[in-house]
């Protein structure tokens, strides 16, 4: 399973955008990036994936290197809502999902 | 739109019981897959079903099993309970007829073994 590296915990500012970095520099060719969050007291949430191209949904934007070596999530105006653990994935074909520790937001009003 | 139900929500058990624990997915979608959440080790995963086979399986023992009904609800059991089981047990559909579609996941079943 390819691995990924975020940072343990980053710390945002209520209404500000949030750049969550995450570097994969062993992803392969097929490997799609995805970002999932967890909320205190709920499970996993599906948030953004993408392969090569930035993508943009209604909860936030994945930008991706060039390279493919690295991602950014963007969460573009953060709330309190949007305090939990943040995880970036890469997933080569099927439904297993590796989840590493993911990086911890906190959100100050 | 419902969403996943997993049932119960919370559970005690003591060392060596059996265990079963029932994941209902979103209407339509074929795939369950199940984890386990604890402080130490984080999210594993545990195995996927599709079309009531199981297509994937992590690095568990074979204590823990699972199957999946015709009609896409799973089940996972675990026999022989030990402490060490206690954890958030986590199910998650998807399509899955395809890859990379996005997972949606229950709220998990809180499992204590005393």
């Known amino acids: 399973d390819a691995k990924t590296t975020q940072p343990n915990s980053m710390e945002s500012n209520e209404e500000e955008p949030v750049h969550l970095p995450c570097n994969h520099s062993?992803?392969?060719?097929?490997?799609?990036i995805h970002w999932y969050r967890q909320l205190p007291s709920q499970g996993p949430e599906y948030v953004i994936h993408g392969l090569t191209s930035n993508v943009n949904n209604r909860m936030a934007s994945l930008a991706i290197a060039e390279d493919r070596k690295s991602s950014t999530l963007i969460l573009h105006r953060a709330t309190l809502r949007d305090a939990a653990v943040y995880y970036c994935i890469l997933l080569q074909y099927g439904n297993k999902l590796v989840f590493g520790a993911g990086t911890i937001l906190r959100v100050k009003s | 739109k419902a969403g996943v139900t997993q049932t119960p929500r919370y559970l005690i058990k003591t060392r060596g019981q059996q265990v079963t624990l029932s994941c209902s997915p979103i209407s339509g979608h074929r795939s369950v897959s199940w984890y386990q959440q604890t402080p130490g080790q984080g999210l594993q995963f545990l195995f996927e079903y599709f079309s009531e086979t199981q297509r994937n399986k992590g690095n568990f023992p074979g204590r823990f099993s699972g199957r999946q009904f015709s009609n896409s609800r799973s089940e996972m059991n675990v026999s022989t309970l030990e402490l060490g089981d206690s954890a958030l047990y986590l199910c998650?559909?998807?399509?899955?007829?395809?890859?990379?579609?996005?997972?949606?996941f229950g709220d998990g079943t809180r499992l204590s073994i005393l």
């Open positions: 998650a559909s998807s399509l899955g007829d395809t890859s990379n579609q996005p997972q949606h």
């Open positions: 062993t992803i392969s060719g097929t490997d799609y």
